[in-house]
C-alpha cells in the first residue's frame, strides 16, 4: 500500500513539472544551427529586451520573449524574439525600430539589416537577430529560422490597412511607422500631440517622413471609427497652436490627415490629395438568391419539371390504355360464346 501511495505522489509530481513547463516557441535547431540551450531565456517582462522603450512594446501588445544563442561550426548568432497579442503589434513595433539606413531584406513577412544586425517579423513575432559574421547564407538561414515560427491564424493574424493609405512618392525609406499609443507617437516625434490625437477614439496612426523641394516635411494620418469623429478632431486640430508648421490638413471620410514642415503649399496640397477614403459599400446579401441569380437552382427546376410532366403523362396514358383494354376485354366475356367479334371491312376489288 505504501509502494502504491509513492508512485501515485511520484506521478503527481511529474504531472505538475509537465504543466508549468512553458511552451517554447523558437526552435532547437535550424539550417544545422542549434541552440545553445544553456544561453536559452524567456519571460514575459519586455524591459528584459529593451529597457528604455519597454512601455511602447507594451502599447503594441506585447506578450512574452524567448531569446537564445545558436552555434554553427564554430561561429554564432543571438536571436530575440518577441511575441506579440496580434499581427499588428509585431508590425507596429518591427517600424518601430526600423531605421532609414537599414537594407530591405526579403525575411519573413518583411525584413531590414543593418551591418550584422538583422530585424524582421513573421506573424506575431518580432526577431532581432545579431550575427557574428555575415556569409552568404545568412539570409537563407534567417529565412529558414522565420518559417519555424508557429503562425496565428484568424482574425488577430490581418495587417492594419492604414499603412497603405499613406502616399508613396518622394516617400523617404523606412521611416513610415505604424502606432497605436501615446508613448510610441511622442518617441517617434509626431508634430501632432497625444491629447489631439486622442487614442481612446482611435488605435490607428501612421506617421511618415517624405524628401521635398526644400527639405523634409512630416505626414501623420489617423484613422478614426467615424467620419463625425474625424470631423471634430480637424476642428480641434486646426485650433491648436502646433510648432514646426505650417500645417495642412485634409479630412476624407475616418482618415484625417496633417502635413508640415519644409515644402510649399502646392506640393502640400498634393501628398493630401492622395489620401482619399475608398468606402467598400457591402450590400446585404439575401439568404436565398433570387432567381435571376440562381442559374443551378433554376436548371434543377427546370429538370424536375420535365421529369413531373413525363411521369404525368406516363400516368394518364397508363390510366387510358389500361381502361380501354379492360372495357374491351369485359365486353367481349358479355357477348355470347366469350369470344371477341372481329371486324373486318372487304373491299370487292376484281
Known amino acids: 500500500m505504501k509502494r502504491l501511495s509513492a508512485i501515485a505522489l511520484c506521478l503527481c509530481f511529474l504531472a505538475l513539472g509537465a504543466a508549468k513547463e512553458p511552451e517554447h516557441w523558437l526552435p532547437a535547431s535550424f539550417n544545422g544551427w542549434q541552440m545553445a540551450k544553456a544561453t536559452a531565456k524567456s ?104 518559417e519555424a515560427l508557429p503562425l496565428l491564424h484568424g482574425e488577430t493574424a490581418v495587417l492594419p490597412n492604414l499603412p497603405g493609405d499613406i502616399p508613396k512618392q518622394s516617400l523617404i525609406t523606412n521611416t513610415a511607422h505604424y502606432i497605436e499609443g501615446p508613448l510610441a507617437l511622442e518617441r517617434l516625434g509626431v508634430p501632432i500631440p497625444a491629447d489631439l490625437v486622442d487614442f481612446t477614439k482611435t488605435r490607428d496612426v501612421e506617421f511618415a517622413r517624405y524628401r521635398t523641394r526644400n527639405g523634409e516635411a512630416s505626414l501623420t494620418l489617423v484613422d478614426y471609427s467615424t467620419p463625425q469623429i474625424a470631423a471634430e478632431r480637424l476642428r480641434a486640430w486646426q485650433a491648436a497652436t502646433l510648432p514646426g508648421g505650417p500645417f495642412y490638413f485634409r479630412h476624407s471620410g475616418p482618415l484625417l490627415a496633417a502635413i508640415n514642415g519644409n515644402l510649399p503649399e502646392g506640393e502640400a496640397q498634393a501628398l493630401l490629395s492622395e489620401i482619399y477614403y475608398d468606402a467598400d459599400v457591402t450590400v446585404t446579401q439575401p439568404t436565398r438568391p433570387g432567381r435571376n441569380e440562381n442559374r443551378y437552382g433554376f436548371i434543377v427546376a427546370l429538370v424536375t ?46
Do not use: H
Open 43 to 146: 519571460g514575459t517582462d519586455p524591459k528584459s529586451l529593451d529597457a528604455a522603450d519597454a512601455p511602447v512594446l507594451a502599447e503594441y501588445g506585447f506578450s512574452d520573449f524567448e531569446s537564445a544563442e545558436y552555434r554553427r561550426n564554430g561561429r554564432t548568432m543571438t536571436v530575440k524574439a518577441a511575441r506579440f497579442k496580434d499581427v499588428s503589434g509585431s508590425f507596429g513595433a518591427f517600424t518601430f525600430y526600423l531605421q532609414p539606413g537599414m537594407a530591405s531584406e526579403d525575411i519573413g513577412d518583411k525584413g531590414a539589416s543593418g551591418n550584422a544586425r538583422v530585424l524582421f517579423y513573421r506573424g506575431n513575432f518580432l526577431v532581432d537577430v545579431s550575427l557574428e559574421k555575415v556569409t552568404a547564407m545568412s539570409a537563407a538561414d534567417l529565412r529558414a529560422l522565420a
Open 305 to 350: 419539371l420535365v421529369v413531373v410532366v413525363l411521369v404525368v403523362a406516363l400516368l394518364i396514358g397508363l390510366t387510358f390504355g389500361g381502361l380501354r383494354v379492360w372495357l374491351r376485354k369485359s365486353l367481349a366475356r358479355g357477348r355470347q360464346g366469350g369470344t371477341e367479334d372481329i371486324e373486318i371491312i372487304r373491299l370487292n376489288l376484281k
